[in-house]
C-alpha cells in the first residue's frame, strides 16, 4: 500500500470526479490520503470528505499565503474532529514577498505568528504539524531546532527542498521528510543526492495534489494516483524494490499520523 501524506482532495478541481480519482488509486494500490489544511475555509469540506471516506484524514491549518484568514478558534474547533490527525500545513514562505521594505517586514513578522500559533497548537494537542517551507530554510530551522523537544508528536517537512541545513532537524526531534514529484523532475539534482542520506524509516510520499506533478504527466492535474512514480523513483535511487518502498513509507505514515491502521 502507498500513502499519500499531502492532498489536496478538498481542492475545487476535484468536486466533479473525486470518486473516479479515489478509485483510480486504490486500483494502484493506494489506500490513505491525509488532506492538509491551507485555507481556513476549506476546512469544512476536508471534514466533510474525510468523513465520507474511511481511509481519508485532513489537518488543520493555514498556509503562508492565507495567513490573513488565521482564527485559532475555528482550528481549534476543527482539530477535535475524530479524523483530523495533524496541524497544518504551516510555515513560512518567503518567495511571493513584496519588493516593500516595510510591507515585506510585516508579512514576514505575521508569518511567523501565525507559524509559532500553530506550533504551540501541535505541542498542546499533541498532533504532529505538517511544515510548509519555501525560501526560508534559516528562519525555520532557528524556530524549529528550538521546538523540536516539544514536538513530541512529530513533523513532517512538506515537500522537503533538499536543504542540507533542514535534514539536520532529523538529528534535533522527531522529523520526518516528504517526498512528492519533484523527485522525478530533470533538474531535481540536490534532492536526488540527498536522498539517501535520509534515514529510511523518514521519508514519506505525497503528491501536494493538483500541484507538482510528476514525470511522466508534467503538465496535467496532479492527483494521488501518480505517487506511484515518486515510489518508483525512490526505489530507484536507493536501490531498493518498489514494494518495499511502499512498506517502509506507510509504515512511516502510520506511526506519524497513528492511523490507517
Do not use: W
Amino acid at each position: 500500500m502507498i500513502i499519500d501524506t499531502h492532498c489536496h482532495l478538498d481542492s475545487k478541481c476535484y468536486d466533479v470526479d473525486l470518486p473516479k480519482i479515489l478509485n483510480d488509486a486504490a486500483d494502484l494500490g493506494v489506500g490513505g490520503f491525509v488532506i492538509p489544511g491551507a485555507d481556513i475555509n476549506d476546512l469544512p469540506k476536508a471534514a466533510t470528505i474525510s468523513k465520507s471516506y474511511k481511509n481519508i484524514f485532513f489537518a488543520v491549518g493555514v498556509h503562508p499565503y492565507d495567513m490573513d484568514g488565521f482564527d485559532e478558534v475555528i482550528l481549534r474547533k476543527f482539530a477535535e474532529d475524530k479524523k483530523c490527525v495533524a496541524i497544518g500545513e504551516c510555515g513560512l514562505d518567503y518567495f511571493r514577498l513584496p519588493k516593500d521594505e516595510n510591507e515585506k517586514f510585516r508579512q514576514k513578522q505575521e508569518q511567523r505568528r501565525v507559524f509559532l500559533a500553530q506550533l504551540d497548537l501541535s505541542v498542546e494537542l499533541k498532533k504532529p504539524v505538517i511544515l510548509h517551507i519555501r525560501d526560508a530554510n534559516e528562519d525555520c530551522f532557528n524556530i524549529l531546532k528550538q521546538y523540536a523537544p516539544k514536538l513530541n508528536a512529530g513533523a513532517v517537512l512538506h515537500c522537503y527542498n533538499a536543504s542540507p541545513l533542514l535534514l539536520e532537524l532529523g538529528k534535533l526531534g522527531n522529523f520526518y521528510f516528504g517526498i512528492g514529484g519533484v523527485l522525478t523532475f530533470k533538474n531535481a539534482k540536490g534532492l536526488v543526492e540527498i536522498l539517501p542520506k535520509i534515514p529510511p524509516d523518514r521519508i514519506l510520499i505525497e503528491t501536494d495534489a493538483p500541484y507538482l506533478t510528476p514525470e511522466p504527466n508534467r503538465g496535467k492535474r496532479n492527483e494521488p494516483a501518480f505517487t506511484v512514480f515518486v515510489a518508483k523513483k525512490i526505489a530507484e535511487i536507493l536501490n531498493l524494490e518498489f514494494d518495499e518502498v511502499c512498506e517502509i513509507t506507510s509504515n512511516n505514515a502510520k506511526r506519524l499520523f497513528g492511523c490507517f491502521t
